[in-house]
């Protein structure tokens, strides 16, 4: 019975000398995993400020490339103004500095500016008409709610039908204008109208 008494009393003097230690492990082994928290929730946190930082990249980029892209839209409008409009060459960049005023004083944009140009280069007026004819097309599109290219397809397609000359676009599309606003019509109808008045004028001799 001494012997056991002995032993049991070896054995837990044994464990209050190993307990220390073993506190000292498990306070240890508490601040590993406090310090893994931390670890992991800066690595969370980190992943998280990537991703947002990726998507204000992505918006930054979007916002750098959309300037850059209207640009190149512009330069290939003009491009084409160049291609149908009679002494673009010497006057292209009259052309192009009213385009992009026109870009920035209305509601329209330089490259829909440039569109409008392109149908009156088309109806054959060269660069120095096509810059006076582009304000009276802007004011017709306004009035009638148009795309600027279809008020001066519009325009030039009255002037064509009527065997009027480019000076007179003024006064064309003031008065389609204000006949549209007076006889409860819009301008596309009376566009038409008038295409077919001047179809059966022409064949009427």
Avoid: C, W
């Avoid at 490339?65 to 960049?93: C, H, M, Y």
């Avoid at 500016?113 to 660069?127: H, N, S």
């Amino acid at each position: 019975m001494a012997d056991k008494n002995m032993r049991l009393n070896l054995m837990i003097d044994a464990v209050n000398r190993t307990k220390p230690a073993t506190d000292e492990v498990l306070t240890g082994l508490k601040r590993l995993e406090s310090g893994i928290n931390s670890v992991s929730r800066a690595a969370d946190k980190m992943v998280s400020m990537g991703m947002q930082l990726g998507m204000v990249g992505a918006a930054i980029s979007a916002a750098a490339i959309f300037p850059i892209k209207a640009a190149a839209d512009f330069e290939r409008q003009l491009s084409k103004v160049r291609a149908v409009t009679a002494g673009a060459t010497d006057n292209f960049k009259l052309l192009k500095d009213t385009a992009a005023d026109l870009g920035r004083t209305t509601r329209y944009t330089a490259v829909e500016a440039a569109q409008g140009m392109t149908f009156l280069g088309m109806a054959g007026m060269d660069a120095i008409d096509v810059v006076k004819a582009i304000g009276p097309a802007l004011r017709l599109a306004a009035a009638g709610g148009l795309e600027l290219a279809e008020a001066a397809d519009i325009a030039t397609n009255v002037l064509k039908t009527f065997g009027l000359t480019t000076d007179q676009l003024v006064h064309v599309t003031d008065v389609l204008a204000n006949t549209a606003t007076s006889a409860n019509t819009d301008v596309r109808q009376l566009a038409e109208a008038v295409k077919y008045a001047g179809a059966a004028a022409a064949a009427a001799g």
